[in-house]
Each structure stands twice: as C-alpha cells, then as structure tokens.
C-alpha cells in the first residue's frame, strides 16, 4: 500500500524567489508610482483641460473637457521663442559656469596643505545656505540704491551710475568702435547660478581628482609631460565622465530652476504672471518633453563617448 | 645610455629615515637589482633616481653629471611600475607613444617607433585596444613598450613582474634578460624576490632598513654573504645557520655546534677561536658516512617537490 501523505506541495525555488522579488520591489515600486508616474500623468491631464486656480478641488476637475488650449497658448505667446530660448541659455551657461568654477575650486584644494579641511568645508558654504539668504543676500549687494557692489563702484568712479543688475533686462555699453547690448538680468543670474551651485560640482570633481591613482602622474611625469599636459592628457580624460554626468544633473536641475529666479528677480526682468493652472502644467509638460528629447541625445553621445574614456 | 652613480644618498621621511647613506655604482648597459625586503628603501632609491622625490643628502650622477637639479623630463629616464600605471583612457599605441608625443616628436616618427616597439615585444595586433582589455602580461608588456620606445638614458624597472603568475613571471624573466643583451641598456631593478634578482642581475644590490648591506655578482652574494641576513635572505631553502665555538686542535680548526663537531679544512677566511655562527646551505650537506662529521638530527616532515625534497628538523 502506498503511503499517502497530504503535504501542501513545496513551491520550487524560482517561484519562491519570484515572490520574494515581488515582495521586496513592492515598496520602492508603490513609492514611484505615487511621487513620480502619478504626478506625470496628473499633469498631463491638467494640461489637456482649461483649468485656473478657482477650478482645483471643484468637480470639473475630473470631466473631460479636454483641449489643446493650453498648449496653443504657450506655444502662439508672441515671447515663447525667446522665453525659451532664454531658457536654454540660462540652463546651458549657468550649468558650465558652475562645473568650471567647481572644477578649478577642486584642483585647488587637492594637494595637502594647512587648513585644507577648513577650506574644503568653507567652499561648500554657497550651496548649503538657505536658499532664502544667499538670494536676500545678493539682491542687497546688487541693489541700485542700497547695494554695496553699486556704492562701492560709483565711488571709486568705476560706473557713472549705479547699475539696477537684476531688475533691467538689457545693458547696452557703448564702446569706441560698437554698441554692445548685454542680457543684464540674466547674466546676472547666471552668475548667482554658477556661484550657489559650483559646490555640488566640486565635491564631485574633488571625489574623483582624489580617485586617480598617483602613480598615473608619476608615469606622465617620467614621460616628460608639463603640469599643463598633465591636466590635459590625464586630468581631464579621467574627469570625462563625472563631467559629463554633472552638465546632465545641473543641466535639468537650472533648467527647472524656479525659486532662485524668483527670489533674486521677484519678477521684475519679465518673468512669472497669472495663476493658470492650465496653462502651467502646459508649460511644465513642454519642459518635460523638452528635457526629454535632451536626455536622449545626451545618453546617445556624450555619455557613450565618456564610457570610451574608462 | 649612462652610467648611474648614487653618492651617499639620505632621505627621511618625518622622523623615519628611508635611506642612510647609499652609494651605487651601475655601469653602462650594466643590469642592476635592487633587492631587500618590503620597506628597506629601494623603491624610495629609484624614485630618488627617476627625480619624483628629492633627497635630503647626497647626489645622482648620470654618467659623471649630477642630476639633481633636473625634473624627470630632463633626467631623460623611463620607468616601469608595479602596477604598469597605463593610462586608461588611451589606446596601447597611444600609451607606448605618449612619452614621444609629450617631447612633440613628428607623428610618423612616433607611427613608426611604437610599431618598432610593439614588434620588439610581440605586442602589434594589440595595439588598438585599451589597458582594460588586456591581460595582466599583455598589460607588463605595455608598460615595457612605454619605457623602451624612448631609448632614454636609464631604465628604472618597480618591481615589474610582481603583479603577474608564477608561470608568466618565470617566462617573462627570460625575456627580459633577452631584451637586455638585445638593447644592452643600463637598467636598474627593485625586486623583493631573490629569484629574480640572482638571475637577472649582473650585480644585486641587497637593502635593509635603509641602508645598502651587500653590492656584488649574484655569485658573490650566493658564495660570500656579507652578513647573516644577506645569507638567509638569499637562497631557497634558506641556508642553516648554527652557533658554536672554532678551536684549533693541531694544524686546523674546528667547529662544535650543539652536539656535532665539523673540522674546518679549506676555508676561506682567516680563523680565530672564539663564538661563531657558521652558515651551510642545505644543498651543501650530504647524507654519508664519511666519518670526519657527525651530526645528526631528526627529520620532523618531509616535502618532497619535484627534484628536491626538503627536509625540517
């Protein structure tokens, strides 16, 4: 007689494996699906209705009156090409700007020196203060009428009048031979962009500086290469890729760039408006897409091109 | 090529001295080892050489010139280090031609002298890839080519075959002897391993704690060790050593160790009596019964390892 036994049968290891893959993906996946791909998709939808900001909790909120309103909106503004171009501009130079000034402040403090950890955490400061106060901070140094920058330099005869830099939008400085028409405002910016976040790129051009073996530039050295070839041939080969990483990160990050504009320019230069729900979330889908189609071309060149460099 | 000449050399590093008073003499196309243990100094020796590190005492000549006050550059001397230190991000040819490239020698040329090198060393087909995608003795050879392409004055080779297996290492030592009498360059070599160093040198420097023990042909430093380390650093199985007492009983010397009694015939030194310690290698000592030696002894395990079998006791 055979024995019968009545065992619940042992699921086999791949499936037990599978469950527990399930389960240990379920948090991370939950979390991404509420902060991430909800928000996308909610955003799409507002985009697509005529929403303004009276419309938030009321019931329309959810018909489907939808409409490409928004969207030709931002696109027929008579300023959207030079608003976006702006964008890019501001995006493209505050993001080089703060990665050489962060570049340059690391390979200063590589080498050993006296107070090295001092100054290594002092060049931090820029990004780690509040945005608040280094934004109140600058808009006072530059101020036309209180401003210490302007004071100082229509004192020594240097301006012949003070200079409003965050609230004109042209400077035109005429020299001798041409009349030169400078985006004021938004050089400004760009340069309060460079200094807040040159930090964030030099702790990370200062990890790696710090990774490259030394044995590296002892053989360049032997080799016969200057301190300039050094930085050229070794250096900068080995930070491609961390450079490269960093222009992505700073690149999205400047050009979402909202509150430090804000803070600095409170508008003035011709920035922010009306409360259109709508119309925002068309402006935030066409950054989306833009950022996108960015993102592509990025991973497509540049960072298979810095893959060739390890 | 040139000749080296390492006049009484000091350097320290804080308070720890890395090298008192060291003073070499390597010829022309002369192939000279560097040998001691970890931490004696000889790789601080050859950086001093290269010019990566400064002595705080003493002077580097170059065929009679000092050199201290030149850079590496000007010193016009290739190295090889332990971890090859390829650059990564370049292809084989562009690391063997960087020394070249970096001393703006014309493109062809620095074409035509890395293809030369790459032939030298059997590397052509190679020549497009990168360190990465090299084995550990493809990488060593990279790094053979990057100091040979430039015909400098003095190779300075950091332990080069350390990094590699136990077969290659044994291959690679003959090519290099080979590669030696081939240039006839004047090499300096920093090596822990007493293999290589008997049998790739023409002369063997032995190093400890900073200071040179020992300079002389391996046979020499085989034959005649200076001093009890130099003869138990040297030489595998290590050599015997045993304390005793020498006393003259008639024409000759004797020697009484703790329970055996050699008499000493032959020897080729000048006697006293008095506390000694003599050394035996262990291939010097035969099983017999010859009579004039009595020593025996209790075998605690025996190796036996291809024609040699090691004896402990």
Same mark, same amino acid.
């Given at each position: 007689m055979p024995l019968k036994t009545k065992k619940k049968p042992v699921p086999n290891l791949s499936s037990r494996e599978a469950r527990l893959a399930f389960w240990m993906l379920a948090p991370a996946f939950t979390i991404v699906i509420v902060i991430v791909v909800f928000p996308v998709i909610w955003n799409i939808w507002l985009s697509l209705k005529p929403v303004l900001l009276g419309d938030l909790?009321?019931?329309?909120?959810?018909?489907?009156?939808?409409?490409?309103g928004n969207f030709l909106k931002v696109f027929t503004d008579p300023n959207f090409s030079t608003i976006f171009l702006t964008t890019i501009i501001y995006a493209t130079l505050g993001s080089v700007l703060s990665i050489i000034l962060g570049l340059v402040a690391a390979l200063l403090v590589q080498d050993e020196f006296p107070g090295r950890s001092l100054v290594r955490g002092l060049l931090l400061s820029p990004y780690i203060a509040p945005v608040v106060a280094v934004t109140f901070t600058w808009s006072f140094i530059l101020?036309?009428?209180?401003g210490v920058l302007n004071w100082l330099a229509v004192d020594k005869g240097l301006f012949s009048q003070p200079i409003p830099f965050l609230s004109q939008r042209w400077w035109v400085l005429d020299l001798p031979l041409i009349t030169v028409r400078i985006p004021l405002a938004l050089t400004s910016v760009i340069l309060f962009e460079g200094w807040r976040y040159f930090p964030f790129a030099f702790l990370f051009i200062l990890a790696r500086l710090q990774a490259i073996p030394d044995d590296l530039y002892q053989a360049s050295v032997v080799d016969g290469a200057s301190p300039l070839q050094r930085f050229r041939h070794i250096t900068l080969p080995q930070l491609y890729m961390v450079l490269a990483n960093l222009f992505l990160f700073r690149f999205i990050w400047t050009f979402n760039k909202f509150d430090d504009i804000f803070l600095l320019t409170r508008g003035q230069a011709g920035t922010f408006g009306e409360f259109n729900i709508g119309a925002s979330s068309a402006v935030a889908i066409v950054l989306f897409v833009t950022l996108a189609a960015f993102l592509i071309v990025y991973f497509r060149w540049i960072v298979k091109e810095a893959q060739d460099f390890l | 090529m040139a000749s080296l000449t390492v006049k009484n050399i000091t350097k320290r590093f804080g308070k720890i001295?890395?090298?008192?008073q060291a003073s070499l003499h390597v010829e022309d196309g002369e192939f000279c080892v560097l040998l001691g243990?970890?931490?004696?100094g000889k790789s601080t020796l050859l950086n001093i050489i290269a010019g990566l590190i400064s002595q705080d005492e003493g002077t580097v000549l170059f065929d009679d010139q000092?050199?201290?006050? &030149? %850079?590496p550059r000007e010193r016009d001397v290739a190295m090889v280090f332990q971890s090859y230190?390829?650059? #990564?991000?370049?292809t084989v040819a562009q690391n063997i031609g960087f020394g070249l490239r970096m001393r703006q020698v014309p493109k062809t040329i620095i074409q035509d002298q890395v293809l030369e090198t790459a032939r030298l060393l059997g590397i052509e087909e190679l020549l497009?890839?990168?360190?990465?995608? &090299? %084995?550990g003795g493809q990488r060593q050879r990279v790094a053979m080519g990057r100091a040979l392409v430039?015909? #400098?004055?003095l190779f300075l080779l950091d332990e080069?075959?350390?990094?590699?297996d136990a077969r290659l290492r044994a291959s690679v030592r003959v090519e290099l002897r080979q590669l030696h009498q081939q240039i006839r360059g004047t090499i300096t070599y920093v090596t822990h391993d007493q293999v290589e160093a008997m049998t790739l040198g023409d002369k063997v420097v032995v190093m400890r704690g900073g200071r040179i023990i020992q300079i002389g042909s391996p046979e020499i430093i085989y034959?005649?060790?200076?001093d009890t380390f130099v003869a138990t650093f040297i030489g595998s199985p290590e050599m015997n050593l045993y304390q005793g007492r020498t006393a003259k009983s008639g024409e000759h010397f004797s020697f009484q160790g703790n329970g055996f009694k050699i008499e000493l015939k032959n020897v080729p030194v000048e006697l006293m009596e008095g506390a000694v310690e003599i050394g035996m290698r262990p291939e010097d000592i035969e099983i017999g019964q010859k009579g004039d030696i009595v020593f025996q002894a209790h075998a605690e395990m025996l190796r036996p390892f291809s024609s040699l079998a090691s004896s402990y006791h």
């Amino acid at each position: 007689m055979p024995l019968k036994t009545k065992k619940k049968p042992v699921p086999n290891l791949s499936s037990r494996e599978a469950r527990l893959a399930f389960w240990m993906l379920a948090p991370a996946f939950t979390i991404v699906i509420v902060i991430v791909v909800f928000p996308v998709i909610w955003n799409i939808w507002l985009s697509l209705k005529p929403v303004l900001l009276g419309d938030l909790r009321g019931a329309s909120l959810f018909s489907f009156n939808l409409t490409l309103g928004n969207f030709l909106k931002v696109f027929t503004d008579p300023n959207f090409s030079t608003i976006f171009l702006t964008t890019i501009i501001y995006a493209t130079l505050g993001s080089v700007l703060s990665i050489i000034l962060g570049l340059v402040a690391a390979l200063l403090v590589q080498d050993e020196f006296p107070g090295r950890s001092l100054v290594r955490g002092l060049l931090l400061s820029p990004y780690i203060a509040p945005v608040v106060a280094v934004t109140f901070t600058w808009s006072f140094i530059l101020d036309p009428q209180l401003g210490v920058l302007n004071w100082l330099a229509v004192d020594k005869g240097l301006f012949s009048q003070p200079i409003p830099f965050l609230s004109q939008r042209w400077w035109v400085l005429d020299l001798p031979l041409i009349t030169v028409r400078i985006p004021l405002a938004l050089t400004s910016v760009i340069l309060f962009e460079g200094w807040r976040y040159f930090p964030f790129a030099f702790l990370f051009i200062l990890a790696r500086l710090q990774a490259i073996p030394d044995d590296l530039y002892q053989a360049s050295v032997v080799d016969g290469a200057s301190p300039l070839q050094r930085f050229r041939h070794i250096t900068l080969p080995q930070l491609y890729m961390v450079l490269a990483n960093l222009f992505l990160f700073r690149f999205i990050w400047t050009f979402n760039k909202f509150d430090d504009i804000f803070l600095l320019t409170r508008g003035q230069a011709g920035t922010f408006g009306e409360f259109n729900i709508g119309a925002s979330s068309a402006v935030a889908i066409v950054l989306f897409v833009t950022l996108a189609a960015f993102l592509i071309v990025y991973f497509r060149w540049i960072v298979k091109e810095a893959q060739d460099f390890l | 090529m040139a000749s080296l000449t390492v006049k009484n050399i000091t350097k320290r590093f804080g308070k720890i001295t890395a090298l008192s008073q060291a003073s070499l003499h390597v010829e022309d196309g002369e192939f000279c080892v560097l040998l001691g243990p970890s931490g004696c100094g000889k790789s601080t020796l050859l950086n001093i050489i290269a010019g990566l590190i400064s002595q705080d005492e003493g002077t580097v000549l170059f065929d009679d010139q000092p050199v201290d006050q &030149l %850079s590496p550059r000007e010193r016009d001397v290739a190295m090889v280090f332990q971890s090859y230190a390829l650059y #990564p991000h370049m292809t084989v040819a562009q690391n063997i031609g960087f020394g070249l490239r970096m001393r703006q020698v014309p493109k062809t040329i620095i074409q035509d002298q890395v293809l030369e090198t790459a032939r030298l060393l059997g590397i052509e087909e190679l020549l497009d890839r990168k360190p990465k995608e &090299l %084995s550990g003795g493809q990488r060593q050879r990279v790094a053979m080519g990057r100091a040979l392409v430039r015909r #400098p004055k003095l190779f300075l080779l950091d332990e080069p075959l350390s990094n590699l297996d136990a077969r290659l290492r044994a291959s690679v030592r003959v090519e290099l002897r080979q590669l030696h009498q081939q240039i006839r360059g004047t090499i300096t070599y920093v090596t822990h391993d007493q293999v290589e160093a008997m049998t790739l040198g023409d002369k063997v420097v032995v190093m400890r704690g900073g200071r040179i023990i020992q300079i002389g042909s391996p046979e020499i430093i085989y034959e005649r060790p200076a001093d009890t380390f130099v003869a138990t650093f040297i030489g595998s199985p290590e050599m015997n050593l045993y304390q005793g007492r020498t006393a003259k009983s008639g024409e000759h010397f004797s020697f009484q160790g703790n329970g055996f009694k050699i008499e000493l015939k032959n020897v080729p030194v000048e006697l006293m009596e008095g506390a000694v310690e003599i050394g035996m290698r262990p291939e010097d000592i035969e099983i017999g019964q010859k009579g004039d030696i009595v020593f025996q002894a209790h075998a605690e395990m025996l190796r036996p390892f291809s024609s040699l079998a090691s004896s402990y006791h």
